[in-house]
């Protein structure tokens, strides 16, 4: 069985560009998180789908970050128009129901220049 | 705020012993997971205590003290390839979101 995987696996940008990232989860897990890791600081919850909607957005930093999870498959991370303080890895778990274990994936390296 | 504790850095010796313990002050709790990183890859569940007391799976354990807000994992026989970070994580809140420590860098040496 495939585990969560997350494209790209890097990325290097802009300051002002648009990246998106990408989702997939272990298929047939409803729930779906995002989460981040800043340069030197602790993994920080992003926000929570259960299929396609979302649970709890709390930890979306602004308005530059959208999330989507059409379907209720994979999930896009868009960040619209990227800052420096942006970069970090984005984390991807997934699980079968809440609460239960989380499944993350190798998560997206994201270096805003 | 919410916030978890953890020591940033311990080192031992192959075969030997280590505990990393984990203090939490988070507005909810349903129970304590722990992830194991290595390189910067996908962290990894290693173990889960939703209530008081220890959990044992092969070499490592996990303890879980909810009265006083700390639990503590423990790896026996250490071997080279543990060497990794380790997360202490709250589940907390309705929609099961983790609130992560900071992290515990293990470093074994032989």
């Known amino acids: 069985e495939a585990g969560v995987t997350q494209f790209p696996s890097h990325s290097v940008i802009e300051k002002g560009q648009t990246v998106t990232l990408r989702c997939d989860p272990i298929?047939?897990?409803?729930?779906l998180y995002w989460y981040r890791r800043v340069m030197g600081k602790e993994i920080k919850f992003l926000l929570h789908?259960?299929?396609?909607?979302?649970?709890?957005e709390s930890g979306m930093p602004n308005n530059r970050f959208l999330a989507e999870r059409t379907g209720g498959t994979y999930s896009t991370l868009k960040v619209q128009p990227a800052e420096l303080e942006d970069s970090g890895v984005y984390f991807c778990a997934s699980s079968l129901r809440g609460p239960d274990i989380q499944y993350f994936g190798a998560g997206t390296r994201l270096s805003v220049l | 705020g919410q916030s978890l504790e953890q020591p940033s850095e311990v080192t031992a010796v192959e075969g030997a012993i280590v505990q990393i313990n984990c203090t939490y002050q988070?507005?909810?709790?349903?129970?304590l997971s722990w992830y194991q990183q290595h390189d910067g890859g996908a962290p990894t569940f290693l173990s889960y205590n939703a209530l008081d007391g220890l959990e044992e799976t092969g070499r490592f354990s996990s303890f879980l003290s909810r009265s006083d807000s700390y639990g503590y994992l423990l790896l026996q026989e250490l071997q080279m390839k543990d060497s990794a970070s380790y997360f202490c994580a709250v589940e907390g809140g309705a929609t099961n979101k983790l609130i992560f420590g900071t992290g515990t860098l293990l470093a074994v040496q032989p």
């Open positions: 298929s047939g897990h409803d729930n």
């Open positions: 789908f259960v299929k396609e909607s979302k649970q709890d």
């Open positions: 988070t507005s909810g709790f349903y129970g």
